[in-house]
């Protein structure tokens, strides 16, 4: 197993919680279970992995209420998804699962934390000039839920970044366009409150910079317990010259401290 999978595995593992995927008895053979199924499947990953696609291998086992024919249904779903998802020369474990539990929430009528209805990668928001403000949705307190958002509101489009590994923590960055501040605010409300993952991670780290009518901008930052990463994100933005813009930075903690790797 390479250096590449295994650092794949172990943020899969810090996001999606331990045993998500498993290396089995094999070289590079995984079993990966997958989200809202009780059937997991094998994979086979080549040692050139990721230059080469991970290869399906079939389900590896079903639970007991499974109905017949169920376990096909999913590897079926499982490869074609892994087809869109992978590219050469990237890791696409985390693509696949996200995907995967959109598709089968999707298929069940319920809701699920990160669907891609929520976030895209054309980094596009349709409609946003018709937003209507809103001050209550949020408490103003990072991390807090509060009351549901106004149905008034646009639809969050997200703009996600890869999975970063550094020290068994997980970092994954996202952003999307904002042009007020209660927007901002309630695309935070929103996500913290739609996703679970975002929702249990350890810090939700925020920044934004928003130009206003006539010369009046706006900037602002939260550490959420990380302390003066906020500011840090909203440096980047200024060195950056980003404007009408929000980002928010996930972190996961893998119970070793950074140190000055921060």
Request: glycine content about 10%.
């Amino acid at each position: 197993m390479n250096e590449a999978l295994q650092d794949e595995i172990e943020a899969i593992n810090s996001i999606y919680g331990d045993g998500t995927i498993q290396a089995s008895v094999g070289e590079g053979s995984c079993i990966l279970r997958l989200p809202e199924q009780s059937t997991s499947v094998r994979l086979h990953f080549p040692q050139d992995y990721p230059d080469t696609p991970p290869i399906l291998l079939g389900s590896e086992a079903s639970g007991e209420h499974a109905r017949k024919g169920e376990a096909s249904r999913v590897v079926d779903v499982v490869r074609e998804i892994l087809g869109r998802t992978y590219r050469p020369g990237e890791v696409c474990l985390f693509d696949l699962l996200e995907e995967l539990g959109s598709t089968f929430v999707f298929e069940q009528g319920d809701a699920y934390g990160n669907s891609h209805q929520d976030e895209s990668h054309d980094g596009t928001l349709d409609g946003s000039a018709s937003i209507l403000e809103h001050q209550a949705g949020c408490e103003g307190q990072y991390g807090k839920k509060s009351e549901a958002m106004p149905s008034d509101i646009q639809e969050p489009v997200w703009v996600l970044s890869e999975g970063v590994s550094e020290k068994k923590s997980v970092f994954i960055a996202r952003c999307a366009t904002v042009f007020t501040t209660t927007q901002a605010e309630s695309y935070l409300h929103r996500l913290i409150s739609t996703n679970r993952k975002v929702a249990n991670a350890t810090h939700n780290i925020t920044a934004w910079r928003i130009k206003g009518s006539g010369s009046v901008t706006y900037q602002d930052c939260n550490d959420d317990g990380e302390a003066a990463a906020g500011g840090r994100v909203l440096h980047l933005m200024q060195l950056m010259d980003v404007w009408d813009v929000m980002v928010v930075v996930t972190r996961w903690y893998g119970g070793i401290q950074l140190g000055p790797d921060r």
